[in-house]
Each structure stands twice: as structure tokens, then as C-alpha cells.
């Protein structure tokens, strides 16, 4: 099955700085790539997502980037702000549209 | 829309007993699933549905059964509770026409002891 690898594992910033996270992914059918935030005590929630024919997507101070061939995608955070400050997730979905596998997440932490 | 809920919030159960947690959506979405999430180890695929009447296991499907017999309810149920199934239980759903972005629910903390 699919496996999703993210690195690292926590982050560490200060505010005004950028935010990158990393995942891999290991089956080459995968075709679609969210992000997700999880705050404290609530569920994950969607902040961008890409598909397989797209290479770059991007919402105000978030981008996400594609690379099929290594088959890896990057969530890219510019100027951070400590609201920034939470879990994030990469997951990736194939041909089963019921399926999605996450990466283990990443604890981002905005210094102000 | 109230959107994904879920109950109970919190639950403590005892070895050996069982309990069905709750998942509702009103969004008339087709997809709906299930995932634990443990310290460092992400969001694991319990059990998974593609629409009503059918169901399929996901990584970690032992110790629980679901069900679903209409679309908006998806409940999962744990057979006989065990102190390794002490999680926070998350349910979500998503549909095609949204490009298969999920919509979770607030959580369940359950403690087994």
C-alpha cells in the first residue's frame, strides 16, 4: 500500500520566517496531495491541496509544490505568524478514492 | 450544515467493554472514515466507506467493526475494548465533487483502562 513519509518531525521558527515541510510518497498512482491543519483539540482542517497535473499551487502566504518523478511534495509557509503555530499533515490519495494515507505530521512553532 | 459531528466527546471504558462511537454528516457526502490518531504517529485509516452498504478495512481494522446503512451515519464500533485502543478517534467524509477534500469531525478522546 501507500506509504507517506514527512520530515520534520517538529519545526521551529521565528516570526517573519518561512516554513517548509516534506513528504514522500511511495505509490506512483497517487493523484491527489492535501495539507492539513490540526489546532489543539480540533480536527485536521484543509488549507491547500494539489493535484497529480499541477506542479505549483498557491494561497497568499501558502504554497505547495509537486514533484512526480521523486515523488515528493513540499508545504511552503512565508512569513509566519504565531496563528501559524499548529500540527500539519501531508497525505496522499490513489485510484481508491476512499483512501488516503498521512504523513505522522509536523508540530510548527511560531516564535514571536 | 452542523457539518461532521461526533459522540461522545470524551468516554473511558474498561477492558473488555464494548462501545459504538458516533459519526453524522449532513453534506450528503459519499465517502466517510474512520482514523485513530496517536502521539507521533499521524492519522491511521481504521475503516473507510464509499457509499452506503459499503464498507472496506483500512491499515488498522482489528477490533473494530463498522456499518454503514445510510449515508449521512457511519458508526464504529469496538468489540472488546483494550488498553492498546486508547486514542483520539476522528471521523471524516468527502465527496468527488469537491476534489476528495476530507471535513473531520471534533474527535473522540477515548481512554481504556
Known amino acids: 500500500g501507500e506509504n507517506v513519509e514527512q520530515h520534520p518531525s517538529t519545526l521551529s521558527v521565528q516570526e517573519g520566517d518561512s516554513a517548509v515541510i516534506k513528504c514522500t510518497y511511495s505509490?506512483?498512482?497517487?493523484?491527489?496531495f492535501p495539507w492539513y491543519k490540526q489546532e489543539l483539540g480540533k480536527g485536521p482542517q484543509l488549507i491547500i491541496d494539489?493535484?497529480?497535473?499541477?506542479g505549483e499551487k498557491k494561497d497568499q502566504r501558502i504554497a505547495v509544490t509537486l514533484n512526480k518523478t521523486a515523488k515528493h511534495f513540499s508545504l511552503h509557509i512565508t512569513e509566519t505568524q504565531p496563528e501559524d503555530s499548529a500540527v500539519y499533515f501531508c497525505?496522499?490519495?490513489?485510484?481508491?478514492?476512499?483512501?488516503?494515507?498521512f504523513g505522522d505530521g509536523t508540530t510548527l512553532t511560531v516564535k514571536p | 450544515n452542523a457539518g461532521v459531528t461526533q459522540t461522545p466527546k470524551f468516554q473511558v471504558l474498561k477492558t473488555g467493554q464494548s462501545m459504538t462511537l458516533q459519526c453524522a454528516q449532513d453534506?450528503?457526502?459519499?465517502?466517510m472514515s474512520w482514523y485513530r490518531q496517536d502521539p507521533g504517529m499521524g492519522l491511521r485509516l481504521i475503516h473507510y466507506?464509499?457509499?452506503?452498504?459499503?464498507?472496506d478495512q483500512g491499515e488498522v481494522p482489528n477490533g473494530y467493526n463498522v456499518s454503514r446503512s445510510t449515508t449521512e451515519d457511519f458508526p464504529l464500533r469496538l468489540l472488546s475494548a483494550a488498553p492498546s485502543q486508547t486514542s483520539v478517534y476522528f471521523c471524516?467524509?468527502?465527496?468527488?465533487?469537491?476534489?476528495?477534500?476530507?471535513?473531520f469531525g471534533p474527535g473522540t478522546r477515548l481512554t481504556v483502562t
Open positions: 471524516a467524509s468527502s465527496y468527488r465533487g469537491a476534489g476528495y477534500e476530507q471535513y
Open positions: 505509490d506512483s498512482a497517487s493523484n491527489y
Open positions: 494539489i493535484r497529480s497535473n499541477v
Open positions: 497525505a496522499a490519495k490513489g485510484t481508491n478514492a476512499g483512501k488516503s494515507t
Open positions: 453534506m450528503n457526502h459519499e465517502y
Open positions: 466507506s464509499v457509499g452506503a452498504g459499503i464498507t
